[in-house]
């Protein structure tokens, strides 16, 4: 038995951090849903076929292509976007980056690849320049050519594994 077209079904989920409650029809992409149920407009819609990139978010903390994922899917699941790397309006150090190194012109696809960076410096914090170009062979950008993306990237991983180390050998000096 299937369920009417029409028929919309409840959707809750933890979205960048807050529990958000909408209602999608069964077939309703994971990105639709996202902009237009619960106003994340961050999360771009390009292909609709997973290609580009451009639809990128994290599903519990995975690097996931919303437009290959449908609403009703999200259900009880985490969600973040490019919306929650901000904090109190101040970018987060990746974007920093990006506008340091014009890892972005048009920006488009920008919010996904900042997601795929996200998940991807997470797993791997000390990437050489190619696991990198691999990470973002998933992405299609026509503007940067990707260098400047690529440098960003490395950039905050280096900064990121500098301020550990910092941390760390504060952390043994008042054990001391």
Not at 95 to 111: D, E, K, N, V
Not at 120 to 133: I, N, S, T
Request: aromatic share 4%.
């Amino acid at each position: 038995m299937h369920a009417p077209a029409d028929q919309r079904f409840p959707i809750e989920l933890r979205l960048n951090g807050e529990s958000r409650r909408g209602s999608a029809e069964p077939r309703m992409q994971l990105c639709d849903f996202l902009r237009h149920e619960l106003g994340a407009t961050g999360v771009h819609v390009g292909c609709e076929h997973g290609v580009c990139g451009a639809c990128t978010v994290l599903v519990d903390g995975v690097a996931s292509r919303s437009c290959l994922m449908l609403a009703v899917q999200a259900d009880g699941r985490r969600i973040d976007t490019v919306e929650s790397l901000a904090r109190d309006d101040v970018m987060n150090d990746l974007q920093q980056a990006f506008r340091r190194h014009h890892a972005l012109q048009c920006g488009f696809c920008t919010s996904g690849i900042l997601m795929s960076c996200v998940e991807f410096l997470q797993r791997g914090p000390a990437p050489d320049e190619a696991q990198v170009r691999d990470m973002l062979s998933g992405h299609l950008c026509r503007c940067t050519g990707y260098t400047g993306i690529v440098r960003a990237v490395l950039e905050v991983a280096k900064q990121r594994r500098e301020g550990e180390s910092q941390q760390q050998a504060l952390e043994n000096h008042n054990d001391v």
